[in-house]
């Protein structure tokens, strides 16, 4: 086995992409990637609270993902939907903490309600904390940090003054991001958080994806030297 130089990373930011091509391989209409695609969040969830992981960021709707067709929109409403009803049940009884992190203009208003009520729900939860980008947009996010520090009536303002004014300002950068479906490149996710993440890009697409291939990610990061600068 490859030397290991890093412990297993407390925060992994996760691409989740992939479900159209898995649908389209199979001559299936995309929604039926999406619905897979589901089913693979909640395989990770599991497979992260069993690693030892402490807080998972899935990027489930870009603020670009508006730019689809209506009707594949409201698949995905519906299957968010759906997936926060799941939660209001079990989460509790796993003691997951769930986290939304986006712009709440254009989501449905029962949506954002559902999301409101888990968020608050969960708050005080202690395991793993599952923060949802919905309808996130790391751009927008950072806008929204120096809009709050502007409403502080600050001049001037410092990396660290942005950190603590993003949505999720306790948790820590993810070490590491993984992206699936092959492709490579961040789709304006984390921009900020990922100054010193690691990259894991694999071609499997996300309905395929569960604990066996998260495994695989954290092994290969755990032997990347990492520098941050130094020698
Ligand atoms: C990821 O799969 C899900 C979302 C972006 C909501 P895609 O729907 O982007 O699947 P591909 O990239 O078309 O295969
Ligand atoms: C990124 O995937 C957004 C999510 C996974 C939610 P996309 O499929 O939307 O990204 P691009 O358009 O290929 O960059
Ligand atoms: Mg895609």
């Known amino acids: 086995m490859a030397e290991t130089f890093n412990p ?10 992939g479900n159209g091509r898995w649908a389209a391989q199979r ?11 589901a089913k693979a969040v909640q395989r990770t969830i ?8 402490k807080y998972l960021t899935m990027y489930a709707f870009s603020t670009e993902n508006w730019s689809r067709p ?7 409403m519906n299957l968010l939907e759906k997936t926060l009803d799941e939660y209001q049940k079990s989460a509790h009884k796993k003691d997951l903490r769930i986290l939304i992190s986006g712009e709440r203009e254009h989501l449905r208003a029962d949506i954002l309600a559902k999301m409101d009520a888990l968020v608050a729900e969960t708050a005080q939860n202690k395991g793993l ?27 001037t303002v410092t990396p660290q003054d942005i950190s603590l004014n993003l949505y999720q ?3 820590p950068d993810p070490e590491l991001i993984i992206r699936t479906s092959g492709e490579e490149r961040l ?3 984390l921009l900020w958080q990922a100054a010193y993440s ?14 066996e291939e998260l495994q695989k990610a954290v092994e290969n990061y755990r032997t990347r030297k990492r520098r941050f600068g130094a020698i």
Do not use: C
């Open 169 to 171: 300002p306790e948790m």
């Open 70 to 76: 209506p009707e594949e929109i409201d698949t995905l």
């Open 27 to 37: 001559a299936l209409p995309r929604s039926a990637g999406h619905r897979e695609g």
């Open 46 to 53: 599991e497979a992260a609270e069993k690693m030892g992981i």
């Open 8 to 17: 297993t990373p407390q925060h992994i930011g996760i691409i989740m992409d």
């Open 187 to 189: 789709s304006n996710f």
């Open 129 to 155: 904390s599952v923060n949802l980008a919905l309808n996130y947009g790391a751009r927008q996010e950072i806008a929204h940090a120096v809009n709050r520090l502007l409403a502080q009536g600050v001049k």
């Open 198 to 211: 690691e990259f894991y890009f694999t071609p499997v697409l996300w309905p395929d994806f569960n604990e």
